[in-house]
């Protein structure tokens, strides 16, 4: 089966430090990964995706996720968290199946970010 | 803006009646997605459809049904509704069905069934 799961529902960083975000995936084939970002009140956004061009790929208001196939992960990460950061994070898995693109979201995890 | 619009951005029903949820995916776009999100469920998926055809079910209730249409607008319809119902319910779209594709949301309805 495809999924994906995020570890750590809740995350809190103060502002300026490393924030991570985890996400592991169980795939048998090098899967498309995504990470999507849904601020208060509004709909999800890509921050960035996997296709196998890179393993580390950059996304959107200064976020990345690498790629490790060793260990079925594809974790986020910014070196310095921002307060307009603070949202919430959806790691997601995308396959083709005999019924279509099916894409699999985590659970997501929720940043804080302390002033 | 990602292009996929949804209407109502939200609304108030009582139990037991119906409604519909509409979504106009991006230009250029096939596929259509419907999600709902609770804060007790998370996102889950309820049903795609690809140029008109359904593809792929998921959670989705028998008291709930979807259909997407010639010029590829796609609309939700909930019926008997009960208290759980209340979410937040998006559509997405993507060009088409392959894999790999970026799926683009929409803002979501939030419909409160009281």
């Known amino acids: 089966a495809q999924s994906v799961t995020q570890l750590g529902s809740h995350v809190s960083v103060s502002e300026g430090a490393l924030v991570l975000l985890r996400c592991n995936y169980s795939?048998?084939?090098?899967?498309?990964l995504f990470w999507y970002v849904q601020y208060p009140n509004q709909g999800l956004q890509l921050l960035l995706k996997?296709?196998?061009?890179?393993?580390l790929v950059k996304g959107i208001n200064g976020f990345e996720a690498e790629f490790k196939k060793s260990e079925t992960s594809f974790h986020l990460t910014k070196p310095s968290a921002h307060m307009s950061d603070a949202a919430e994070y959806f790691c997601?898995?995308?396959?083709?199946?005999?019924?279509?693109?099916?894409?699999?979201f985590g659970t997501g995890t929720s940043l804080t970010v302390i002033p | 803006d990602s292009g996929v619009t949804q209407t109502p951005k939200h609304l108030i029903t009582a139990t037991g009646q119906r409604v519909t949820l509409r979504c106009s995916p991006r230009?250029?776009?096939?596929?259509v997605y419907w999600y709902q999100q609770s804060l007790d469920q998370g996102l889950q998926f309820l049903i795609q459809?690809?140029?008109?055809?359904?593809?792929a079910k998921g959670n989705i209730l028998e008291r709930f049904s979807a259909q997407q249409f010639p010029d590829l607008h796609s609309e939700l319809n909930l019926s008997s509704l009960e208290l759980g119902d209340s979410a937040l319910y998006f559509c997405?779209?993507?060009?088409?069905?392959?894999?790999?594709?970026?799926?683009?949301f929409g803002e979501g309805s939030w419909l409160t069934v009281v």
């Open positions: 997405a779209s993507s060009v088409d069905s392959f894999s790999g594709n970026t799926i683009y």
């Open positions: 795939s048998s084939v090098p899967p498309y």
């Open positions: 230009s250029g776009d096939l596929s």
């Open positions: 997601a898995v995308s396959r083709l199946t005999n019924t279509g693109n099916q894409f699999y």
């Open positions: 459809y690809y140029n008109g055809e359904e593809r």
């Open positions: 996997y296709t196998s061009a890179a393993t």
